[in-house]
């Protein structure tokens, strides 16, 4: 089955950015009319092989650079200069995956910080709804210390690593506690908003105690 992605290129600029992956193309095509209304930016929407034809690397694909931005539209997007060189250098075939020790987190030796908000979630629904509710950022799953350094981080993350974080949002809905029948399960959007979902923020610190 192929997957689609949205090539993002700006006037000047000579290498572009992607989000992605997507299932079909309908839903490419839904993330573009939706979501990109930046007026120096184009999108163009690809199959995975003219993506990466045309630049998509990400370390998951076993590229030493990451042009993929994810799935979902960030803040801000990083148009800076790439090397032919580094474009087309491949990552190490055996051991890329690199083991954080202080943490445990398994990553990619090579990351990029996309925008000031950081959310980590595999849940569709938790993203759309933050979008509907004007909060966008770069989307990941198991993300490395220094991602998180710094930024404004949703989601569930060890309180060794939200100490690292400006703030950390966790998205509560006191409506669950009727509808027992809705708990561990993956909600949709419509079902969030009836269980009365609000995004609020706190800040961890570290005791020397």
Do not use: C
């Amino acid at each position: 089955m192929s997957t689609y992605y949205i090539k993002l290129t700006r006037e000047g600029k000579k290498y572009p950015r992607f989000l992605g992956p997507y299932e079909n193309k309908d839903m490419a095509m839904g993330v573009v009319s939706s979501q990109i209304n930046l007026e120096d930016v184009s999108a163009t929407v690809l199959s995975k092989v003219k993506a990466r034809a045309d630049g998509l690397r990400s370390p998951e694909m076993g590229d030493y650079l990451n042009t993929l931005l994810g799935n979902h539209m960030p803040e801000k997007i990083m148009f800076d200069e790439i090397s032919l060189d580094d474009l087309h250098k491949k990552g190490r075939k055996k051991g890329y995956m690199v083991k954080n020790k202080d943490s445990g987190i398994t990553m990619p030796p090579r990351m990029v910080n996309y925008g000031k908000i950081l959310i980590i979630t595999d849940k569709s629904s938790v993203v759309e709804w933050l979008a509907r509710n004007g909060i966008v950022g770069e989307i990941a799953n198991y993300p490395h210390p220094d991602q998180i350094r710094g930024r404004s981080v949703i989601g569930v993350i060890p309180n060794r690593l939200e100490v690292l974080a400006n703030r950390v949002g966790n998205i509560e809905m006191p409506g669950i506690a009727k509808r027992p029948d809705l708990k561990n399960i993956s909600l949709s959007v419509d079902q969030m908003v009836e269980l009365g979902a609000k995004l609020k923020w706190y800040k961890t610190f570290e005791s020397e105690d």
